[in-house]
T-cell receptor, first 110, second 113 residues
Framework: GQQLNQSPQSMFIQEGEDVSMNCTSS?????WLWYKQEPGEGPVLLIALYKAGELTSNGRLTAQFGITRKDSFLNISASIPSDVGIYFCAGLRNDYKLSFGAGTTVTVRA | KAGVTQTPRYLIKTRGQQVTLSCSPI?????VSWYQQTPGQGLQFLFEYFSETQRNKGNFPGRFSGRQFSNSRSEMNVSTLELGDSALYLC????????????FGPGTRLTVL
């Protein structure tokens, strides 16, 4: 079953705004991954994090691996219409099992 | 280079039937993983195949099974379908199974009536 709590579940944002979402868990993870899924497509990897405290950027996206190794967040700066989609976090444990959050649905108002 | 392809894209079945879904990985990729995606549960790992062997398995009942062929193409089978099996089934391929190197296919949308 699901082990990651991802929030918020959905958000409506104004174009140009910054967006934040996060994932928390009671389990410790060795790797955090953030994906984006658009309608009719499979998830696409956005950012991968491998060390506690790591902060990584990919264009307007920034993600951090929490110091406790039990959480991660994703920030999208200056949102644009093509940021619409569902964003998923995923955590990889010691036993190589990958768990996913339920997703955050982002809708951008032009 | 072609991406991961899944067939069929859409499928409607009735309870009790069985279904087979197919996944063709990116050329050269030897690992194929399967996931079930539902609105309430998100993505859940079903199993992973590497070089025709099941290497990892998630917590799904035995009605869910899979196999991989020598050309790395994979199939998953669900027998005795239940309403709760309605979901998007995604497969992902990678060279060696490293999760951050996975590429997902577009999925097969299964509806069980």
């Amino acid at each position: 079953g699901q082990q990651l709590n991802q929030s918020p579940q959905s958000m409506f944002i104004q174009e140009g705004e910054d967006v934040s979402m996060n994932c928390t868990s009671s389990s410790i993870f060795n790797t955090w991954l953030w994906y984006k899924q658009e309608p009719g497509e499979g998830p696409v990897l956005l950012i991968a994090l491998y060390k506690a405290g790591e902060l990584t950027s990919n264009g307007r996206l920034t993600a951090q691996f929490g110091i406790t190794r039990k959480d991660s967040f994703l920030n999208i700066s200056a949102s644009i219409p093509s940021d619409v989609g569902i964003y998923f976090c995923a955590g990889l444990r010691n036993d190589y099992k990958l768990s996913f959050g339920a997703g955050t649905t982002v809708t951008v108002r032009a | 280079k072609a991406g991961v392809t899944q067939t069929p894209r859409y499928l409607i079945k009735t309870r009790g039937q069985q279904v087979t879904l197919s996944c063709s990985p990116i050329s050269g990729h030897r690992s194929v993983s399967w996931y079930q995606q539902t609105p309430g549960q998100g993505l859940q790992f079903l199993f992973e195949y590497f070089s025709e062997t099941q290497r990892n398995k998630g917590n799904f009942p035995g009605r869910f099974s899979g196999r991989q062929f020598s050309n790395s193409r994979s199939e998953m089978n669900v027998s005795t379908l239940e309403l709760g099996d309605s979901a998007l089934y995604l497969c992902a391929s990678s060279l060696s199974g490293t999760v951050n190197e996975q590429f997902f296919g577009p999925g097969t949308r299964l509806t069980v009536l």
